[in-house]
């Protein structure tokens, strides 16, 4: 079996090092196999049928990279064109040789972090590709579906990956859930790249904190605190979810803490 005829979760795009009958990521309660049973796809697939990877700017120095038609669970990842050097936020599953030259052509990457365990994707054929590593919270290494040496994982509440670009453990979502705050981004007045750890929504007044989205499960009241608490200490204008276009455009910082205040209004420990 080569990487390119790995399996691939048809639900949330999880690859896995070998065939296997069920996928964990899904069977747990955040996710869920639909209706119609667990299938499977793999890259080879994917390739050979009507999906092409798509590159297009999500905001001052950040490229969105994914495919059309949408994919799984239908994120996009991030290219972070930091000044000390391209950063891949978050992954999408599918790749291909067209995907990667574009990807060349704006410099490459110098490592891959993702937010938590439903977009680790085929996080390693990424991280073989570019020659990189992968940034992942120990908390959620029981999640990796397809283990290498590619991936590194670190503890703590906060990994400074360069002197622009930090990782911090909210722990929203999954015990792992992380965001990457880039201290020069939207111009200089920062930015917080967060998948859906802090959630863009389509009120941009608000953001959203869930335990599941799928299945319309609230995060912790006590998890949210800690998380609104932690990110007092950044600052970010911008935030950048997990979709194409879903951006908080200003007052990222005032955003996050009001609702915060808002959601421990409604939900109580």
Sequence with gaps: MTA????????????????????????????????????WTDLATLRAGEHRGVVREQGPGLVGVGCEPRFAIGQRALLVRAKSGN???????????????????????????????????TMVDW????????????????WIGRPDPSVRLWSGTTNRL????????????????TVLHWRDGADGAGALLSGDI??????RNFVGFMYSYPNL?????????????????????????????????????DVVQRSAKRYLEHVRD
């Design 198 to 203: 802090v959630q863009v929504i389509p009120d």
């Design 4 to 39: 390119d005829t790995l399996p691939i979760c048809l639900t949330c795009g999880t690859q896995y090092a070998a065939p296997r009958p069920d996928c964990p990521i899904c069977e747990d309660e955040r996710q869920y196999v639909p209706p119609t049973g667990q299938a």
């Design 127 to 142: 991280a073989h590709t570019f020659d990189v590593p992968i940034h992942l919270h120990e908390n959620d290494q029981q």
């Design 217 to 253: 499960i609230p995060e912790r009241p006590s998890v949210v605190r800690r998380a609104a608490e932690m990110l007092s200490d950044y600052r970010f204008e911008t935030i950048h979810g997990a979709w194409w276009d879903s951006v908080v455009p200003a007052d990222g910082q």
């Design 162 to 177: 360069a002197e622009d670009l930090t990782l911090i453990n909210l722990g929203v979502h999954f015990a792992g859930g």
């Design 87 to 121: 950063f891949l936020w978050d992954c999408a599953a599918y790749l291909d040789d067209a995907l990667v030259a574009r990807i060349r052509e704006l410099g490459g990457i110098t490592g891959i972090a993702i937010s938590h365990p439903h977009y680790y994707t």
